[in-house]
């Protein structure tokens, strides 16, 4: 079901009342009467949505450590913190903020933290903030330098099989690249907090309208990992193995890719089960099986059909 217009409706009048009031979007006046009366509203609409897909992330990814990327706009991070619940927050900040250093700002978003509500993580206390707020300050963005600083800061939860969020909302283009590579070389959640509508005059996100998810990560989705592993085990003549990962690599590929890049990855699945009858000594068996995806196949002529397979796979003279 959509959102509940009631909830909805209350929700658009407390959030025209805030901007009403405020016009400076970091002061600490604003930040206050946004958390007090105006994230519960945006969060209320959000759990109202039960349509596909989830407005919210499920149970399944709350706690843990949620690695935030800090920019100049903190409701979004406000609402993630939220919709996460974790054990842990970990700011990435800018050298700089306008008139404030990253350390600075740093210090008035984790106190915006501590006035969260406990509902808004799994564990907290009066110190919370103090405790359970880590800094990663970044002397520029550059991706690279942002993948080596998030890896040698980040890498340590992992290792203690601590589960990780990586929300890149908040960050600048460049520090978004270098932070989406790490969670992708990491294998850990990436999200984003999402808006559906948009307010074109105080060109601010309706925050009632946001979506926070988990992106996909484009290693599992492209499996760049197992088409590696069908490389390596190609290069050993593997090929029923290299064939049962392809069935695999053919399963997710839905969605994604086109009916004619699908077909092409099957093609290229009979190749290697013509392979591997030829690696066996059953021409004939390899010669039927070329036969079966020479159609499907782009560029029939490059393949590299062993000669064995045209002398000896026609006839049943051979075994």
């Known amino acids: 079901m959509p959102i509940d217009p009631t909830l909805r409706l209350r929700a658009e009048t407390n959030t025209n009342s805030h901007w009403g009031k405020f016009s400076d979007p970091v002061s600490r006046r604003r930040v206050k009467h946004y958390i007090e009366h105006v994230l519960p509203r945006e969060l209320e609409c959000a759990a109202s949505d039960d349509k596909e897909p989830a407005r919210l992330p499920g149970s399944d990814k709350q706690g843990g450590v949620l690695v935030l990327l800090v920019g100049f706009s903190v409701d979004p991070l406000l609402q993630s913190i939220c919709a996460y619940k974790p054990n842990r927050v970990v700011l990435v900040l800018n050298a700089q903020y306008s008139s404030w250093t990253g350390h600075e700002f740093g210090e008035d978003l984790a106190g915006y933290i501590a006035m969260l509500p406990d509902v808004a993580f799994a564990e907290k206390d009066v110190a919370f903030a103090k405790k359970n707020v880590k800094f990663i300050p970044l002397d520029h963005d550059h991706p690279s330098y942002v993948f080596r600083k998030l890896r040698r800061e980040l890498m340590p939860y992992l290792k203690r099989q601590e589960r990780l969020v990586l929300d890149i909302t908040g960050g600048k283009k460049s520090m978004v690249a270098g932070a989406f590579l790490f969670g992708a070389f990491a294998d850990v959640d990436i999200s984003y907090v999402d808006f559906d509508e948009y307010d074109p005059k105080k060109r601010t996100p309706l925050g009632y309208s946001c979506r926070i998810g988990v992106l996909e990560n484009p290693y599992s989705v492209f499996r760049l990992r197992e088409w590696e592993r069908v490389r390596e085990l190609y290069c050993r003549y593997a090929f029923r193995s290299v064939g049962e990962l392809i069935d695999e690599i053919i399963l997710s590929m839905d969605g ?64």
């Open 256 to 319: 994604w890719f086109s009916e004619h890049e699908i077909q092409a990855t099957e093609g290229l699945r009979g190749v290697m089960e013509m392979y591997e009858k030829w690696d066996n000594g059953d021409h004939t068996g390899a010669l039927k099986a070329y036969q079966a995806i020479r159609s499907r196949l782009a560029e029939p002529g490059r393949l590299g059909l062993p000669t064995v397979i045209q002398g000896l796979g026609q006839g049943d003279f051979w075994p």
